[in-house]
DNA sequence: GTCTATATTAGGATAGAC
DNA sequence: GTCTATCCTAATATAGAC
């Protein structure tokens, strides 16, 4: 919740905070090409010169919002990778993403629909790949150590399950009925047990 | 593969489903916003108005597209539905999806990226929205027969399935080594039994 | 920090020749 | 069925006043 700093005087104003939350919202509903400056602009009450006052152009919003939620990604890894055995660095990778996913959603959802249309894109898209190669390699270690069926390989497995927790983003609702710890829960549940009754 | 006809006689020219076909991979790479007429027509070697001989405006691209992602997954379901036990549907209907995601990948991934930025947009999501709402009642039905697990609610388990099947866009590809009769297999066995060996 | 212009470019679509 | 030329609108971005 915590923006910067609050406004200080003078007309409304916005934090640059503030404009990037909107911004990344608008963008999620039309999508990033779809949506002009002057419909942020409306979104907010405002014109477009005074956006422009907040910020450089339109890629410089979608920048900082990729940049969000890559580094929240690549953190959440981080963190489950320091715990010391195969089984907690697997179940705490898919937790930490089911609550990067939803704490940030819409960020993470920005990043997950890039076509790579710009040099911009196309870096994001690369540190996004960085990621799931890395965690490729982890499912991969899991199976050689038994804890995963290999039966199926690591890359259909990393793939099919990460199409799970991705998709995510597209239906959860911060403040529904669903709690993200809950969810990360069944996240794993059905994952590894599958959903046949046992 | 089956084109309408092939082309006649004079300039080399294009068929209706070619123009198609190449509008809607381009529709993928850069997204249909990004996309321009002039884009299309430069991957095609045309110009603009030789473009537009072949179609009324760039939505109607859109809108054949998905109107063909739309009646594939209808069609698979409504199959589906013809066997005579509920584990015999859900099993035919994932089957079915896999099998319909892969052979008109292109169309299904245009579908699964709409924002509902347009008249036709909202449609088609519509459309899709009710055939979601179709086959959560038939996991409801399963879940009552006790042939998938309850303690996860039924709207969760079909949209993480069906996340983790429609994910199968983003990385699918044709002619590659993955056979989609055996993804299909694999995307059952992930869902019903899960990851961890038994 | 916001406004009213406005410059500039690109995009969708059409007219009419060949 | 394809071309060249062009219209019209909307989009990104800037200049300069308040």
Redesign the interface.
Known sequence: MATTRAPRRGRPGYTRDQVLQVAVDVF????Y??TSVADLAGRLGLTKSALYHHFDSKEQLLELALDSALGGLEGALDEAMQHSTVAEQLSEGIRGAVQVLTARQAEVTLLL?L?G?SAIELAALQRRRTFDQRVAALVRQAQAE?????D?DAG??T??????????V??YRTGGS?DPDR?AD??L?????????R
Chains 1, 2 share one sequence.
């Open positions: 999620n509903q039309q999508g090409d779809a629909r076509r249309n038994g804890l995963l069926r290999d199926i259909t497995t793939r099919l399950v990460f199409g799970m927790i991705n998709s995510i597209e239906w669903i969810l069944e996240v549940t059905v994952a590894l047990d599958g959903l046949r009754p």
